[in-house]
């Protein structure tokens, strides 16, 4: 009797053991490899990649978060062939036997989407997803599990078709997410399936935190002023009811790029992360009080005073001694980089590895590439 008691406590221990063992798995996030060399950034988008192959084998999978190449406004097939090329450099990842199918889940963005064929031309180049989304947004927006997480990756960055019969009635369709009613639905399931983690994948950030105080989610537009006009209140609302999501369904990050920077903040719990530049040319935070240069720097957007009718109507937290951020616990650094996100049963462990610029450059290493930053995501 003994003995069919020790090892009905063994079985069950092991049982435990290897049910949350099998919840533990790594991915990375990388975004905005953007640069001169057809398209993109080769010289550190390759030595960000290489690291990442050569030190982070426990890896599963990558997530790039759109701005592979810098695309064209002309020429579709020009950003065909960048991406192309994009992937001729990402092989390191692609020929990594410690990976599994598809190896890269990409997310499209701004400078993928630039001319009407561009959108058909990015599903001829990232074949290898899931075709779960809205019915026009099929190889562009998807979700799928692993390992009881969720993963959703949204389209922020559309072409717009206002009479499909007419040629010239279209137009770059930017800044929003179109489908909330299709991530709410998606969300809610995963919800229902008792998905342990969710983690929400998107090109363009709701909460700006340098170099695009003028667009992504909110998009107040040039030359902002007071009052807020309907067509402005209108994407403000968009990006309002986007974030309610990520509260009401417990998302524990939503993971973006566009800004060549790196950044991460909690929004009223959930962790906005921008993984902004695996080569594309390097921005600088949103202005502070007393920082008001005569002459911006390049790659600075506005200087303080410029920029406060946009903290005010993003409700940031500016003035003397303020970050002028969404939230008092951003935390960023201007560097190149990538993300590891190591889930555990009850936290995930959030790792940075990066490097910074050569002095007097946005595009260039100037350093070894090491761990700049590491933090904890509580199970929600």
């Not at 990649?49 to 020429?75: C, I, T, Y």
């Not at 990594?96 to 997310?107: A, G």
Request: net charge negative.
């Amino acid at each position: 009797m003994r003995f069919k008691y020790l090892l009905s406590v063994f079985l069950i221990s092991f049982l435990i053991s290897t049910n949350l063992k099998a919840q533990e798995f790594t991915f990375a996030a990388m975004s905005d490899s953007r640069g001169k060399y057809n398209g993109v950034n080769e010289p550190v988008l390759s030595a960000l990649v290489n690291h990442l192959v050569e030190n982070q084998p426990e890896a599963k999978f990558l997530f790039f978060m759109g701005d592979m190449a810098n695309g064209s406004k002309d020429n579709p097939e020009q950003t065909y062939n960048q991406l192309l090329h994009w992937k001729k450099v990402m092989a390191p990842v692609y020929n990594n036997p410690n990976m599994i199918w598809p190896y890269i889940w990409p997310t499209v963005g701004n400078h993928e989407i630039q001319h009407r064929e561009d959108e058909n031309n990015f599903r001829r180049v990232f074949q290898d997803v899931f075709m779960n989304g809205p019915d026009d947004e099929k190889g562009l927006t998807y979700s799928f599990d692993y390992n009881n997480v969720h993963f959703v990756s949204v389209t922020t960055d559309r072409w717009y078709y206002g009479d499909a019969d007419d040629t010239t009635d279209d137009s770059r369709d930017w800044h929003y997410i179109k489908h909330l009613d299709w991530l709410e639905s998606d969300l809610k399931e995963a919800r229902n399936r008792n998905a342990n983690y969710i983690f929400v994948f998107g090109h363009e950030m709701p909460f700006p935190i340098g170099g695009h105080l003028r667009d992504g989610l909110p998009f107040l537009g040039m030359d902002f002023k007071f009052p807020i006009d309907s067509t402005r209140q209108w994407y403000l609302d968009q990006r309002n009811k986007f974030w309610n999501l990520m509260k009401e369904y417990k998302v524990a990050a939503y993971i973006c790029g566009h800004e060549h920077i790196y950044g991460r903040e909690s929004v009223d719990g959930v962790y906005q992360i921008i993984a902004g530049s695996s080569g594309a040319p390097l921005y600088f935070f949103n202005s502070l009080y007393g920082d008001n240069p005569e002459q911006k720097k390049p790659g600075q957007e506005l200087t303080y005073d410029e920029a406060i009718p946009y903290y005010k109507a993003l409700n940031y937290n500016f003035g003397p001694g303020k970050n002028s951020q969404a939230s008092e616990d951003f935390f960023g650094l201007r560097a190149f980089e990538y993300l590891i996100f190591d889930v555990k049963e009850n936290e995930v462990n959030v790792k940075t590895y990066g490097a910074f610029p050569k002095e007097g450059t946005r595009d260039e290493i100037g350093t070894e590439i090491s761990l700049i930053d590491e933090f904890t995501i509580p199970k929600p």
